[in-house]
């Protein structure tokens, strides 16, 4: 994986207390390593968050940013797929008990302002309680955003693991690790009956694993996936993760903004 020129872990301890200042913001990449059918790998969540923040992060140095980056959390909250054999998660206890030890650990050091840039969508939930914990327990400014994989028309916005969003961006990032012979349609047609239960942003939300929906645990549809599209949209997240950590660096919730 590419390194950045912002590596915290790279610096010395003297090093970093000496770097750091209240101003510095610390990046947080958070993957998963889970099941993600035939064609991905089980590190693709990892991938996307190291190398999305790896880019991020320089962007937003090279505009004058004090920004850093953490080496990426790769084991998190992939409940959803704990029946496939090769994904590795941990709990929603244990994920917030180890961003709990990161947090107080960022606290020993100058730096005030955690960020995570998350890779998984089950990370989600769990990120939003460690928000607003860090903030409680150590007074630290905390922000998390999701690398944004769009779907795709064909998906109907059931797109969500391992569709045509997610296996573009990987042929940008990692060509050689995505099986592109299997490819294959699986959308869950029968959710689109149903107006109110769904998905993130439905008024009714249903607890879920990824194998109910009888299609080997992948939710979209990879075919018709490219690596041009997977680089305009590592681009565009870039963009964005660049002009947030901006904002972020200057965010004042009780300023007029
Ligand atoms: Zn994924």
Known sequence: MSASVRELAELSGPALSSTLTAESIVVLPVGSIEHHGSHLPLATDLIMADEMSVRAVDQAAAQGLDVWRLPPLAYTKSDEHDWAPGTFWIGADELLATLRGIGR?????????????????????????????????????????SVAVP???????????GGWGETSLMMHLRPELVSTRDFARAIPEGLTDYRHIGFAGAPVQFGWLSVDFGHDGVLG?????????????????????????????????AGSG
Do not use: C, K, Q, Y
């Open 221 to 253: 549809d990879p075919t018709g996936a490219d690596a041009g599209a997977g680089e305009s949209i590592a681009a565009d997240f870039v963009r964005l993760a660049a002009e947030s950590l901006e904002e972020i660096s200057r965010f004042d919730p």
């Open 105 to 145: 650990s960022l606290a020993r050091t100058p730096a005030r302002t955690l960020v995570l840039i998350n890779g998984h969508g089950g990370n989600v939930a769990p990120l939003g309680v460690a928000l607003r914990e860090l903030r409680r327990l150590h007074g630290l400014r905390t922000f998390a955003l």
């Open 151 to 161: 779907s795709s028309p064909e998906e109907s916005g059931l797109g969500i693991h």
